[in-house]
């Protein structure tokens, strides 16, 4: 069955730091993979996805998650923290190979920035 | 162009009453979800629809649980009777045709409706 691990429930940096927001997947198969984030009293918004093309993955907002299979991760970075990046981050794995469209879902991370 | 929005956006109501949630997906889209976040816990899928038929209801809780979609326009949810449990927020996703798996067709949110059962 496939999963997906959020490592930090909560993160927290300062203005101008690296923004770095783990996700680990389980997937018998290839797998797509989704960061999507989301801000105060608005949904779920697309960052980046990974679907089998270049491990290394841009975004908007200046994100950008590489793909490693040795290690099952997918992590998320932006290289310099802005105040508007405060938000809860989802990553989500979706089966390829399967008949089925829906996404599955990590706890999420809500990232806070420090002046 | 519209986004896909839910109706409402807050619901409290007590153990026992029914709830009906709305979505209304993106116009054109043909695949509708429903999601739920339990609080503290993951989005878990709930179920999918392709136009108006079922694709995949694989992750409704119980048969408390009821959804339709006629039409193949906008869904409803509804909860008869509803349970603390079944407090959390409940999301609407659409996405174009083509859910299959060869398909990475971006999935489209609305914002949520919080559900708080008392």
């Known amino acids: 069955a496939q999963s997906v691990t959020q490592l930090g429930s909560h993160v927290s940096v300062s203005e101008g730091a690296l923004v770095l927001l783990r996700c680990n997947y389980s997937?018998?198969?290839?797998?797509?993979l989704f960061w999507y984030v989301q801000y105060p009293n608005q949904g779920l918004q697309l960052l980046l996805k990974?679907?089998?093309?270049?491990?290394l993955v841009k975004g908007i907002n200046g994100f950008e998650a590489e793909f490693k299979k040795s290690e099952t991760s997918f992590h998320l970075t932006k290289p310099s923290a802005h105040m508007s990046d405060a938000a809860e981050y989802f990553c989500a794995v979706r089966i390829y190979g399967g008949s089925q469209g829906n996404l599955i879902f990590g706890k999420g991370t809500k990232l806070s920035v420090k002046p | 162009e519209a986004g896909v929005t839910q109706f409402p956006s807050h619901s409290v109501i007590e153990k026992g009453q029914t709830v009906t949630l709305r979505c209304d997906p993106i116009?054109?889209?043909?695949?509708l979800y429903w999601y739920r976040r339990v609080m503290g816990k993951e989005i878990k899928f709930l179920l999918h629809?392709?136009?108006?038929?079922?694709?995949?209801e694989s992750g409704m809780p119980n048969n408390r649980f009821l959804a339709e979609r006629t039409g193949g326009t906008y869904s409803t949810l509804k909860v008869q009777p509803a349970e603390l449990e079944d407090s959390g927020v409940y999301f609407c996703a659409s996405s174009q045709g083509g859910s299959g798996h060869f398909s990475d067709n971006e999935q489209f949110f609305g914002p949520g409706t919080r559900l708080t059962v008392l």
């Open positions: 116009s054109g889209h043909d695949n």
């Open positions: 997937s018998s198969v290839p797998p797509y």
């Open positions: 990974y679907t089998s093309a270049a491990t």
């Open positions: 629809f392709v136009k108006e038929s079922k694709q995949d």
